[in-house]
């Protein structure tokens, strides 16, 4: 389970966000992030010195300083912290559970703060179950199949041994899917629905890019 979190209950009420577009945070997963923008910065000083717990939410459109903000998100609590010689801070975050945003908070803080529903993803709290019987064969066939079509290589040993949520949540936050995919990646209510999605966005993809399309970079 998250640390100290045993229950929805538990959680914090008002989050901080950062929205991000292309980057989602799931449960147990470890985000790392370099972080430069003042009112960030700001907000990593006001989480560290609190429950270190922020929000990783999606935009939506809108304007470029206060965009509309997708409908759910990851709370994260920072397990690793580092300042570099010029002011930034590079951190780590590690999920902890997801939320549905119910409202936000006027404050007078420079960045963001939502009210934060984690009734729904209460199970995300709860220790990774190893014995999943998710679709490994199929996923990793799909797997296979979108990285062949980027010229892209993965330790398959690690890939085929992995605990089925760390394979299927790596994957999730770590290949460059557009936003909404990413967004549907984290809504998927149980670890065997975002496989279901998964595997079906990457067969999509590749059969996209078999047909002529350019892939895009991987920073």
């Not at 409908?71 to 010029?86: H, K, L, Q, Y």
């Not at 010229?151 to 394979?167: M, R």
């Not at 936003?179 to 999605?197: N, T």
């Amino acid at each position: 389970m998250a640390q100290g979190y045993i229950k929805a209950a538990d959680l914090p009420q008002v989050i901080p966000v950062l929205p991000l577009s292309g980057t989602i945070l799931l449960p147990r997963g470890q985000l790392p992030l370099n972080i430069f923008e003042p009112r960030y910065l700001n907000m990593i000083d006001d989480a560290m010195a609190a429950d270190r717990m922020i929000g990783m939410i999606q935009p939506l459109g809108g304007p470029v300083d206060l965009p509309v903000l997708s409908p759910v998100g990851c709370a994260g609590r920072i397990t690793n912290f580092a300042e570099t010689s010029d002011g930034r801070y590079l951190i780590t975050l590690t999920g902890c559970a997801r939320f549905r945003v119910t409202g936000e908070l006027s404050t007078q803080t420079p960045y963001r703060h939502v009210r934060a529903d984690f009734s729904a993803f209460e199970s995300d709290l709860a220790s990774p179950r190893e014995d999943l019987d998710i679709d490994r064969e199929t996923l990793l066939e799909a797997l296979r199949a979108y990285l062949e079509s980027r010229g892209l290589e993965v330790d398959w040993d690690t890939a085929a041994g992995a605990p089925p949520e760390a394979l299927v949540n790596s994957l999730s936050m770590a290949l460059p899917f557009d936003p909404p995919e990413k967004q549907a990646l984290i809504e998927a209510i149980s670890l065997m629905d975002r496989c279901a999605v998964l595997t079906a966005l990457m067969r999509i993809d590749a059969a996209d890019t078999g047909d002529g399309e350019t892939p895009p970079s991987i920073q």
